[in-house]
């Protein structure tokens, strides 16, 4: 067997892989005596069938199936002996000529492949990338902790409803004439937000009742949602559409939302941090998580804005025909106009990867797994503060970042993370930040 390369270009090259009969034939041998061993074929008692059949019935798969895996094998030991770094994989080369399989002894494969550029890149303090800093004003934090003192707020006992009071009571189906109707759905002990009530009229006559009134209404009209309808009656939602809309309540409670009061019990509840224990503290803290969740948006904007700035440097040149073939290749579905659409993206991809290769290679930036387990755990927390948990044992988040990294993609993902927000952290450490204060506003106004 002979590999032999004929560069076309600094990036494109024709690999011809030459193969004989005679290499891969006691392999073929081999594999078709134990065929002759299994083969239960009728007339013939196992192990008996004559190898000629047998030649005849699987000798070219065996053969084709053999020489794919030799030609496979010999093109990667190929790649790491010579070091080489491809775009993409080894395509069939349009030169290549037929072969005939069975009549042939000698065979040629020719594979197009093509070359990673070689290119070198040396961050400096010359190298100037914008970075905005995002402004945490006054109104920031009072958002954040009214939004906070609403999810640990309650529900308390009134006198009056208000627009976002919870109201009981019974709840009686009537007729047309304000008369309980016979056979009608009645609800003992139901449930009505005034949030999800819709018609306004009706929910301005709501909120002027009182305990032990009764006020009829147009239930359909109030909620018009199906769903919270057949929820709030108990009944199967396939009999809304039916529904007699008229019904009365009367109401034996009213409960009012309360948002929780600015206290230290509050101050422990929502950020579980036991030594916040003033309103000013927790203010300070607020702001500090506020600026935290904004620098990683900051991050992620000069992670676009480092990105541009490197592939327009670098200008890194693609074999974009090949690419274009090794992209239809791997993609059976794609139409042309998406691969027209779609090409100029993905040759940035292309070329972002492989800066980013290039200064994890050089700088020796690596992820050991302590830093993949911590970010998973991250990850974990994060998805438990969205329902309102703040504080989660380590245990816990070790057991569900356990089950996380035990699936190979989502390990990778993790990985790949990591890895990004180092190189982003270094790159962000080497250049000069043209640093550019902005609103929250203006910083939204930057990705339209």
Known sequence: MNISRENIDE??????????????????????????????????????????????????????????????????????????????????????????????DIYDFKFDIAISPEFELNLTKRDKIDYYV??????????????????????VEAEKADENSLMKGELIQIDSENNILENGIKKEDASISLKVVKDEKIKKELIKSE?????????????????????????????????????????????????????????????????????????????????????????????LDARSKLINKLKLPMPEDFLKRWVIATNKNLTDDQLENEFPRFLEDLQWMLIKSKLAKDNEIIVAPEEIKEEAKKSVENQFKQYGMSYIPNEYLEKYADEILSKEEERKQIYDKVLDNKIIDYIFETVKLNEIKVSQEEFKKLFE
């Open 211 to 303: 305990i032990g009134q009764i006020i009829q209404f147009d239930l359909k009209k109030a909620l018009p949602n199906e769903s919270e309808l057949a929820a709030l009656l108990d009944i199967d939602k396939s009999k809304i559409e039916n529904l007699e809309g008229n019904f009365q309540i009367t109401i034996s409670e009213i409960k009012n939302f309360v948002p929780a009061e600015l206290n230290e019990e509050f101050f422990q509840q929502s950020i579980g941090d036991e030594e916040v224990k003033t309103e000013k503290e927790f203010r300070d803290k607020i702001k500090a998580e506020i600026q935290s969740y904004l620098e990683t948006d900051s991050k992620y904007k000069f992670m």
């Open 134 to 155: 995002i402004d945490v004003n006054k109104k920031m934090v009072d958002e954040y902790i009214e939004n906070l003192q609403n999810r640990y707020g309650n529900f």
């Open 11 to 104: 990036q494109n090259a024709i690999l011809t892989v030459n193969l004989t009969k005679e290499e891969i034939t006691p392999e073929v041998d081999k594999i078709l005596k134990d065929y002759r061993k299994k083969a239960q074929i009728p007339g013939f008692r196992p192990g008996m069938v004559p190898m000629g059949m047998i030649k005849k019935m699987y000798g070219n798969a065996v053969l084709v199936d053999e020489l794919n895996k030799k030609v496979s094998e010999s093109l990667q030991n190929y790649f790491v002996e010579e070091k080489l770094n491809l775009l993409g994989d080894p395509l069939p080369s349009e030169d290549q000529d037929n072969i005939d399989i069975e009549n042939q």
